[in-house]
C-alpha cells in the first residue's frame, strides 16, 4: 500500500496559508510523519489539516524541561497517522485553539488546560474539564514542579460550583442524574434539559474517576508502566497494554517474535468478543427485554471462564508485556480455544436471529438515538460508534499492524447510525473476530513467546496504535533516563465517542437514553485518567 | 356472623399470598430465561427485612410523604375486601361495588404522585408525571371493562356479577371476551409489568412507579411494596374469578370452600405463567406507545360494549 502519498499536497497546502514546517521526519516515531511546526502557526495548521479532511485523533502535551513543553497533535488520514509538534514556552502558555475545526478537540484542550496549565486562545468552552475540586485552580499536576504524590489537601470540597449549562422557557425541566447510580456502572454526571419527555440538551460531566495515569505513570520502568496500561480501562485491558507496549517497543526499536504477535491479537479478539457479547445482553436489558441479558452473560461467562484457564486471567489482565505476551497456549489448548469457537457460532445462530425478529425489541432500537454520518464524520467517533454511522475505519485492516497486516480482516458498516444498528456491528465483529482467531490459530507461528527488554536511550519515543474494542486506541510513550517512562498517554476510543452521546440523543426521549448510552459504552475510566 | 368470620380468613389469605404470586411469577420468567430462581418465601423476607429498617425521611418530607405508604396500603386492602377470593356472597361484598374498587386505586394512586413530587428530586415528579398520563388513559379503559360486565350481569358487585355469569352457564359471548382482552391490558399498565413498566429495573430514567418510591425506606417501602404485590394479585383474582369463575365457592361449606381453594390456586398458577412468558418475549415499550396500548384497551372494551348491545340483548 502507498503510504503517505497525501503528505505532498498537505505540505503544499501549509506553504500557502503560509505555516512554515521546520522539520519532517517519518524516522523519529516510527510508523508516523512527525512534523515540527512553530507554536505560531498552531492554529492555522489546523485549518490546514481540515481542508485536507483529516480525522482528529489525539492531543498531548509534554514537559521536556524545566522551561518548555512540547504540544503533539496527531491527525489520521487514509490510514496513515501524522504527529505535529510545536514548542511552547511554559512563561507563555497560550495556543490557539483547534476546536473551532475539530469539535473532537474541545475536552482533549480543556484536559490539557487542568493538567498543564496551557491556555487555548478561541476555545468555544474553557470551563475546567478533568479538574473538579481535588487540587486547587492554578496547580498543574503534569507539570514537573508538581509532586507525584499531589499536594496533601484535606477532605475535597464539594464541587457544587460548575456552570452547567441552562435551558429556560415554559415548560423546560432539570433532570440531573448521577454521578452516584442505582446500578453497579462507573460514575458520570448526566444534566438533561427536558420539555415533557423530549430531551432538548444533555450534557456530560465527567471526570469523576480521575486516577492521575498519567503522572503515576512518570519513573515507571516498561513492564510496570504496561501493567498501568493495563488498568486504563479494565474492560480493554488487553487493547492498552498492547497500544502501550507497542509504543515502547517502537520507542526501544525491538521487533516482538510473530508468535506474541499471534498470540496478542488472539488476545485482543477474545476481548473484544467477551464485551461485545456483554454489551448486546445489556442493550436488550436496557430496553426490558431481560432474556437476552442472561443468555449473553451466560455466553460471556463461559468465554471468560475459558480465559482463565487457558490463559490464567478472566479478563486477560498483564498477559501483554513489553516485549512479548506472558502466556503460550498448546495444540491442546488451540483445540480448546476452536471447540469454543464453534460452540458459541452455534449458540449465536440461534440467539441473534431471536433479537433480530423479535417486533418488540425492534421498536425500541430501531431509529433510537440515531447518530447521522456528518455528525459522525464532525466529531470523528472510532469504533463500532464510527461503522454504525457510516464511517468505514478499522486500523486493523486500514492501518494493518501486526499480525493484522497478513490477515483478512472484515469490518462491518450500517448507515442508520441508531441502536439497532450499532447493536449489529457488535453482533458482526463477533463473527468476524471468530473468523481472525481461527486464521491465527491455525496457523500459529512457532518461537519464542517475547524477547527480553531493552531499557532505550534518553528521549526515544514511540506511539502505539492499537484497535481495541471500542475501536482506535492510541498510546504515547517517551522514556528519560535509565529505561524509565517520563511521559505516557493513552488515548481511549472514549474521547470521541463520548461526545457523540450528547448529540445523538437530541430529539429523543428521556426513558430512552440509558439504552443510548448503553449502545455507545463509553469508558468513564479511560477517559478521565 | 360466620359469613364475617369467613370473609375476614378470605382477606387474610388475600394479603399473605400476595408475594407468594410475585415469587411465583418470578420463578416462571427465571426458569424461561435458564437462571436459578429465588427461594418462593423471597418477597416475605424482603418485607421482614424492609420492616426491620430505619425509616429515612428527607428533610423536605412533608406529612403527605409519610401518611402516603398507610393510604396506599389501606386503599389496596380495602380493594382486596372487595374482590371474591374463595367464595361469593360474602358481607364484604356488599360495601362496595366495582366502581368503588376503580377509586380505591385512584385514591392510592393519587396519593401516590403526590408523595412523588413531594420530596422535590427530579426522578419523582417525572415517575408522578408519567404515571398520572398513564392512569388517565387507563381508568377509563377499565371502568369501560367493568360496564360491560355490569351490563351483562345487570350489577355493578362483582359478588353478583359472578353469581349470575355461574348461572347462566358456559356461554361465550363476544362482549365478555373484549372485556377480558381489555381488562388484561388495563392490568398490565396498572400493576406496572412489562410492556409498560419494569420492576425490575434499576434505570431510573426508564421507571414509572418505580420512580415515585426512589425515596422510600424502611417500614414505609414495605408497604408499598406489599401493596403492589397485593394490586397484582387483585388484578389477577379479577381475571380468573369473573371471566373463569368456575370452582368458585357460592356456599360456606368446609367442602366447597377447600375445592374453591384449590380451584383458584390452580387458576392463579397458571395465569402467573401467561404473565411471565408474556413479559419474556416482550421488551418494555417505547414510552410514548403506552398510550396506544391503553387506547386499544379502551377499544377493546368499548367493542365489548356494543357487541353486548348488538348481540346479546334482546
Redesign the interface.
Known amino acids: 500500500m502507498s503510504r503517505f502519498d497525501w503528505l505532498s499536497e498537505l505540505l503544499a497546502r501549509c506553504e500557502d496559508e503560509h505555516v512554515l514546517v521546520r522539520h519532517g521526519s517519518a524516522t523519529r516515531l516510527a510508523l508516523v510523519h512527525l512534523l515540527d511546526i512553530d507554536h505560531e502557526d498552531w492554529g492555522r495548521f489546523a485549518e490546514v489539516a481540515q481542508q485536507q479532511g483529516c480525522r482528529w485523533v489525539a492531543l498531548w502535551a509534554d514537559q521536556i524541561d524545566a522551561d518548555d513543553f512540547n504540544i503533539d497533535v496527531c491527525f489520521e488520514y487514509h490510514g496513515d497517522y501524522l504527529v505535529v509538534r510545536a514548542p511552547l514556552a511554559i512563561r507563555q502558555p497560550v495556543l490557539p485553539s483547534h476546536t473551532p475545526w475539530f469539535p473532537a478537540a474541545n475536552r482533549p484542550e480543556r484536559h490539557l488546560q487542568d493538567m498543564f496549565g496551557i491556555a487555548f486562545s478561541d476555545h468555544p468552552d474553557s470551563r475546567r474539564w478533568t479538574r473538579h475540586q481535588a487540587w486547587p485552580e492554578g496547580q498543574y499536576p503534569l507539570r514537573r514542579d508538581f509532586p507525584a504524590g499531589g499536594e496533601p489537601t484535606d477532605d475535597t470540597p464539594p464541587d457544587s460550583a460548575y456552570p452547567f449549562f441552562q435551558a429556560q422557557g415554559a415548560g423546560v425541566?432539570?433532570?440531573?442524574?448521577g454521578p452516584v447510580?442505582?446500578?453497579i456502572i462507573e460514575p458520570g454526571h448526566f444534566r438533561f434539559q427536558a420539555v415533557g419527555?423530549t430531551v432538548l440538551n444533555l450534557e456530560e460531566r465527567l471526570g469523576y474517576v480521575h486516577k492521575g495515569i498519567e503522572k503515576t505513570a512518570e519513573g515507571r520502568d516498561a513492564a510496570a508502566a504496561a501493567r498501568l496500561a493495563g488498568r486504563v480501562s479494565g474492560d480493554s485491558t488487553v487493547a492498552h497494554s498492547w497500544a502501550a507496549c507497542m509504543a515502547m517497543e517502537r520507542a526501544a526499536r525491538i521487533g516482538v517474535p510473530a508468535r506474541a504477535l499471534a498470540l496478542r491479537a488472539v488476545l485482543a479478539e477474545r476481548e473484544r468478543v467477551a464485551n461485545h457479547l456483554g454489551d448486546i445482553g445489556a442493550i436488550?436489558n436496557?430496553?426490558?427485554?431481560?432474556?437476552a441479558l442472561?443468555?449473553f452473560s451466560?455466553l460471556r461467562e463461559d468465554w471468560q471462564r475459558l480465559n482463565r484457564t487457558v490463559f490464567g486471567h478472566r479478563l486477560l489482565m498483564d498477559r501483554v508485556i513489553p516485549g512479548g505476551v506472558a502466556a503460550d497456549i498448546d495444540a491442546a489448548q488451540v483445540d480448546e480455544l476452536l471447540r469454543q469457537h464453534s460452540t458459541l457460532q452455534a449458540e449465536l445462530d440461534e440467539l441473534i436471529p431471536m433479537l433480530d425478529d423479535?417486533p418488540?425489541?425492534e421498536?425500541?432500537l430501531l431509529g433510537?438515538g440515531v447518530l447521522t454520518t456528518e455528525t459522525a464524520a464532525q466529531l470523528g467517533v472510532v469504533g463500532y460508534v464510527g461503522k454504525a454511522s457510516g464511517i468505514d475505519y478499522d486500523l486493523r485492516r486500514d492501518h494493518a499492524y501486526a499480525p493484522y497486516h497478513r490477515l483478512q480482516v472484515e469490518s462491518p458498516l450500517y448507515h442508520d447510525g441508531d441502536v439497532a444498528s450499532r447493536l449489529k456491528v457488535r453482533a458482526d465483529e463477533i463473527g468476524h473476530a471468530l473468523n481472525l482467531m481461527e486464521q491465527l490459530l491455525s496457523g500459529l507461528p512457532d518461537g519464542e513467546t517475547h524477547i527480553d527488554w531493552q531499557a532505550p536511550a534518553s528521549n526515544a519515543e514511540g506511539l502505539g496504535l492499537v484497535e481495541g474494542w471500542r475501536g482506535e486506541i492510541l498510546c504515547y510513550v517517551r522514556f528519560g533516563e535509565a529505561g524509565r517512562v517520563a511521559r505516557f498517554f493513552p488515548r481511549d476510543p472514549s474521547w470521541l465517542n463520548w461526545p457523540a452521546l450528547e448529540q445523538l440523543i437530541h430529539g429523543n426521549?428521556?426513558?430512552?437514553?440509558?439504552v443510548c448510552n448503553k449502545s455507545v459504552n463509553g469508558s468513564y475510566s479511560g477517559h478521565d485518567l | 356472623m360466620n359469613d364475617w368470620l369467613l370473609a375476614l380468613i378470605e382477606l387474610i389469605l388475600f394479603v399473605a399470598l400476595a408475594p407468594l404470586f410475585s415469587a411465583w411469577v418470578k420463578r416462571v420468567?427465571c426458569w424461561?430465561?435458564?437462571?436459578r430462581a429465588p427461594a418462593l418465601l423471597q418477597p416475605y423476607r424482603d418485607l421482614r427485612r424492609l420492616f426491620a429498617k430505619q425509616v429515612l425521611l428527607s428533610h423536605n418530607a412533608s406529612p403527605v410523604f409519610r401518611a402516603t405508604p398507610y393510604i396506599i396500603a389501606g386503599a389496596t386492602l380495602l380493594a382486596a375486601a372487595v374482590v371474591p377470593f374463595i367464595s361469593v356472597n360474602l358481607p364484604t361484598a356488599a360495601i362496595a361495588d366495582v366502581i368503588v374498587l376503580a377509586g380505591f386505586f385512584a385514591l392510592a394512586r393519587f396519593f401516590l404522585a403526590l408523595a412523588g413530587m413531594d420530596v422535590g428530586t427530579?426522578?419523582g415528579?417525572?415517575g408522578s408525571s408519567?404515571e398520572m398520563t398513564i392512569s388517565a388513559l387507563a381508568e377509563p379503559a377499565m371502568l369501560m371493562a367493568v360496564f360491560t360486565l355490569a351490563m351483562v350481569a345487570h350489577s355493578t358487585n362483582l359478588s353478583t356479577v359472578i353469581d349470575q355469569l355461574l348461572a347462566q352457564g358456559l356461554v361465550l359471548r363476544p362482549s365478555l371476551l373484549f372485556a377480558l382482552l381489555s381488562l388484561v391490558l388495563v392490568g398490565i399498565a396498572e400493576t406496572g409489568r412489562?410492556?409498560i413498566d419494569?420492576p425490575?429495573?434499576?434505570?431510573?430514567?426508564?421507571m414509572i412507579h418505580e420512580a415515585m418510591i426512589l425515596e422510600y425506606s424502611g417500614r414505609h417501602l414495605a408497604l408499598i411494596e406489599w401493596a403492589a404485590q397485593l394490586k397484582l394479585l387483585i388484578y389477577g383474582v379479577l381475571i380468573v374469578n369473573i371471566f373463569f369463575p368456575w370452582g368458585i365457592a357460592t356456599s360456606g361449606s368446609p367442602g366447597a370452600l377447600a375445592i374453591a381453594s384449590g380451584v383458584v390456586f390452580v387458576k392463579l398458577l397458571v395465569l402467573g405463567v401467561l404473565l411471565a412468558v408474556g413479559e419474556?418475549?416482550?421488551?418494555?415499550?417505547?414510552?410514548?406507545?403506552v398510550p396506544a396500548f391503553l387506547v386499544l384497551a379502551l377499544t377493546l372494551a368499548l367493542i365489548g360494549l356494543l357487541s353486548h348491545i348488538i348481540l346479546e340483548v334482546g
Open positions: 425541566y432539570e433532570i440531573p442524574v447510580h442505582a446500578g419527555e436488550c436496557d430496553v426490558g427485554f431481560a432474556f442472561y443468555q451466560r423479535n418488540s425489541l421498536d425500541r433510537t426521549i428521556v426513558p430512552d437514553f440509558p | 420468567k424461561l430465561q435458564n437462571r427530579a426522578f415528579g417525572m408519567r412489562i410492556p419494569n425490575a429495573t434499576h434505570l431510573e430514567l426508564t419474556t418475549v416482550l421488551a418494555k415499550m417505547r414510552l410514548f406507545r
